[in-house]
C-alpha cells in the first residue's frame, strides 16, 4: 500500500531535497520486502484479540443457523406428514363440571328418561349436533335438572371409509380419559379438534397425546393406555351390540326407543328430542337404558 506522501516544505531554494523523495519513493523491491516482515511478525505473535472475536461471533451465527435449518426441517417433516402442529384448540362447547357423570354416563344415574346418542369423534355431523346448540339444550334443560341423563356409545363409522383406526384411536383416547373420570373433558376437547373434513390425521396417534395433554390429564396413565389400545376390544364389543336402527351418526334413542338418525328422514334436531324426552316423562316407564358398562 502506498504511503501517503507529506507535504512539501520549501527549502530555501523552493525544492524538496532528494533525500526526502527517495525516502517517499521505496524501490518495490524494498516494499514487498517490508510486507512479508510484516506478515511474518503478525504470524509470529498468534491471532489477536480482535481476531479471536470475530472467530466467536461467526461460531455462534453458524450454530444459531444450523439449529434453525434443523427445527425448519423437523417442523416440515411433521407438517408434510398431514399431522396437526401446534397446541390443540381449547373447546367452545364445554360439559358442566358440576354435573355428576359416571364412565360416559352424563346426568344423575337415577334419572327416569335416558337418552342414549350414538356417535364417532370423527363425525362432522356429529361436531354439528354437539357444538350447533342440540346437545346442550338437552343437557341444560334436562340432564342439568335430573329429568335425564346423557348416555354416550361409540358407534365407528368413518374408519370402514377409509382403512384407518382414527375413530377408534380416538375413542380408546376418551375411554382412557374415563379411566381418570375426564371422559366429558376429553368428549369436548376431541371434538373440539376434529377435522371440518374428518380427515384421520386430526386423531394421529401424536396427535391425540397432544390432546390429552392439553385437556389436563394424567400422562403418566393416559399414555400408555393410549399407545396400548387398552379399550379397543371393548369398543368393538359395543359396537356389536348397537341397535340395528342405528345405521348412522349421530343417532338418538330415548328410553331404548330410536328417535333420529342423522340419515333417517328426520334430523336429531333438539325439538325432535325434546318432544321424545316429554313424552316419556308422561308416561314413566323403565328406561330400557343401553348404559355403558364400566370400562
Not at 260 to 276: C, F, M, N, R, V
Request: hydrophobic fraction near 40%; proline fraction near 8%; include cysteine.
Amino acid at each position: 500500500m502506498k504511503r501517503k506522501r507529506a507535504p512539501k516544505r520549501p527549502s530555501s531554494s523552493g525544492n524538496v531535497p532528494p533525500a526526502a523523495r527517495q525516502s517517499d519513493r521505496q524501490p518495490p523491491a524494498n516494499k514487498e520486502a517490508g510486507r512479508a516482515l510484516a506478515g511474518a511478525r503478525a504470524g509470529a505473535q498468534g491471532p489477536t484479540s480482535s481476531d479471536l472475536g470475530s472467530l466467536l461471533v461467526w461460531s455462534l451465527i453458524f450454530a444459531v443457523v444450523a439449529i434453525v435449518i434443523v427445527g425448519a426441517a423437523l417442523l416440515m417433516t411433521r407438517s408434510h406428514s398431514g399431522i396437526p402442529t401446534g397446541t390443540p384448540i381449547p373447546p367452545s362447547a364445554i360439559t358442566p363440571a358440576n354435573i355428576p357423570s359416571n364412565d360416559r354416563t352424563l346426568g344423575d344415574p337415577n334419572a327416569p328418561v335416558t337418552i342414549d346418542i350414538y356417535g364417532d369423534f370423527r363425525c362432522s355431523a356429529c361436531f354439528v349436533f354437539t357444538t350447533g346448540g342440540t346437545q346442550k339444550n338437552l343437557v341444560d334443560n334436562y340432564v342439568a335438572t335430573g329429568k335425564a341423563r346423557l348416555v354416550w356409545h361409540d358407534y365407528l363409522t368413518i374408519d370402514d371409509s377409509d382403512g384407518s383406526t382414527a375413530s377408534r384411536d380416538a375413542a380408546n383416547a376418551a375411554w382412557c380419559a374415563a379411566d381418570q373420570g375426564k371422559f366429558w373433558v376429553m368428549h369436548d376437547w376431541l371434538y373440539a379438534n376434529q377435522s371440518p373434513t374428518e380427515d384421520a390425521s386430526a386423531f394421529a396417534m401424536i396427535r391425540l397425546s397432544d390432546i390429552g395433554r392439553a385437556a389436563g390429564l394424567d400422562m403418566s396413565t393416559y399414555q400408555p393406555c393410549l399407545d396400548q389400545g387398552t379399550h379397543d376390544a371393548a369398543i368393538a364389543a359395543e359396537q356389536a351390540a348397537t341397535p340395528a336402527q342405528v345405521t348412522a351418526t349421530p343417532s338418538i334413542l330415548v328410553n331404548g326407543k330410536f328417535v333420529a338418525g342423522a340419515t333417517s328422514e328426520q334430523w336429531p334436531t333438539y325439538d325432535l328430542i325434546k318432544a321424545a324426552i316429554d313424552a316419556a316423562l308422561a308416561s314413566p316407564a323403565p328406561s330400557g337404558s343401553s348404559a355403558p358398562a364400566s370400562s
